[in-house]
C-alpha cells in the first residue's frame, strides 16, 4: 500500500483495506524527516531507527523495502516534510498471526514551515504521564493519543507545547521533540530509559557537540530540577532545534547555544 502525497494533492492513490491493524489497532509505527530536494536528511538514521522500531512491534519491514520507495518517488521537485508509515496490514480481529501478511507502507509529504525552524516556543508540564515501561515511550508507534491531548491542553493555557514527565516524576520530552536543559555550563538530555524517544536530531546533537564546543550529558533528571534550568531546546527533524522562551511561566533566554542553529543549517546544506 503506498500513498504520495504533496500540498493536498494526492498523486498516487491504492485501495486501502479497512481490516488494517493500523487503522484499528493502532499496531504501526511512523517516521518524520526532512526532505530537501529529494534528499532526506540523515536518511541512514531515519530508516535505520523506523525499521527498528517496526521490529520491535513485531513488524516484518526491511531496509530495501522503505529504501526503494523513497528512490522510486522521491526526486529533486520534492522538498518538505516527509513521513513514513507502516503498519502490520489488514487480518481478523485480534490476530497475532500478521508473519505472512506485508506491511501496509504510506507516505506523504508535506509543505514545511521554515518560520518554525529554530524558532522559540513556551513549555508547560502536562498532568499526563508516560509510562517508561511502555513500548510506545521508547518507539515511534501510531499510539499518539497522549500526546495530542497534552497538545491540547497545553495550547488551552496559552503555551506551545507540553513537557512530559514519566510516572516517577523524571523529565522526558515533549509532545513532538526531544529536550536538552542547560544546569550550570553542561546541556543534559533525559536517557531513552526514563520514557525518551530516541530522536534523530538528539543523537544528531549529541554526536557531533564536542565539535561545536557544547559539553552534553545523558542523566535523568527530577521534576524539582526544572526549577534550576539556565536555559533549554527542543530538538526534532522538522523543526530541527526550537530555544525554550518560557516554562511553567519562568522566563529563559530564547537562544539556541553558539554554533547549532549554523551546524543544523550545515547538514542540511551538505545533504
Given at each position: 500500500?503506498?500513498?504520495?502525497?504533496?500540498?493536498?494533492?494526492?498523486?498516487?492513490?491504492?485501495?486501502?483495506?479497512?481490516?488494517?491493524?493500523?487503522?484499528?489497532?493502532?499496531?504501526?509505527?511512523?517516521?518524520?524527516?526532512?526532505?530537501?530536494?529529494?534528499?532526506?536528511?540523515?536518511?541512514?538514521?531515519?530508516?535505520?531507527?523506523?525499521?527498528?522500531?517496526?521490529?520491535?512491534?513485531g513488524i516484518a519491514i526491511d531496509h530495501k523495502r522503505i529504501n526503494d520507495l523513497l528512490d522510486n518517488n522521491l526526486t529533486e521537485d520534492h522538498s518538505g516534510v516527509l513521513r513514513i508509515t507502516v503498519t502490520s496490514g489488514p487480518a481478523e480481529r485480534w490476530s497475532l498471526d500478521t508473519q505472512m501478511i506485508p506491511p501496509t507502507v504510506l507516505l506523504s509529504l508535506s509543505p514545511v514551515s521554515k518560520s518554525d525552524q529554530f524558532k522559540s516556543i513556551s513549555l508547560q508540564t502536562s498532568l499526563i504521564r508516560r509510562n517508561s515501561t511502555s513500548p510506545t515511550s521508547r518507539h515511534k508507534t501510531l499510539a499518539y493519543t497522549d500526546n495530542l491531548a497534552a497538545l491540547r491542553a497545553a495550547g488551552a493555557d496559552g503555551y506551545d507545547d507540553a513537557l512530559f514527565l514519566n510516572t516517577l516524576g523524571k523529565v522526558c520530552c515533549t509532545t513532538i521533540g526531544n529536550l536538552f536543559l542547560k544546569f550550570g555550563n553542561t546541556w543534559t538530555t533525559p536517557p531513552i530509559s526514563d520514557g525518551v524517544l530516541p530522536g534523530v536530531m538528539r543523537r544528531w546533537i549529541m554526536q557531533i557537540a564536542q565539535e561545536i564546543g557544547l559539553r552534553v550529558v545523558e542523566r535523568t533528571i527530577q521534576e524539582d530540577e526544572l526549577q534550576f534550568v539556565k536555559a533549554a531546546f527542543m530538538t526534532n527533524s522538522a523543526r530541527l532545534a526550537a530555544p525554550i522562551s518560557n516554562l511553567n511561566e519562568r522566563e529563559l533566554p530564547a537562544k539556541l547555544p553558539e554554533g547549532l542553529k549554523s551546524a543544523a543549517m550545515e547538514l542540511i546544506r551538505k545533504s
Open positions: 500500500m503506498f500513498l504520495l502525497e504533496q500540498s493536498g494533492r494526492q498523486d498516487t492513490i491504492h485501495p486501502f483495506d479497512l481490516r488494517d491493524r493500523g487503522l484499528l489497532l493502532a499496531h504501526g509505527v511512523f517516521d518524520t524527516s526532512l526532505v530537501v530536494c529529494g534528499t532526506v536528511i540523515l536518511h541512514s538514521a531515519h530508516v535505520n531507527r523506523l525499521v527498528g522500531d517496526a521490529g520491535a512491534l
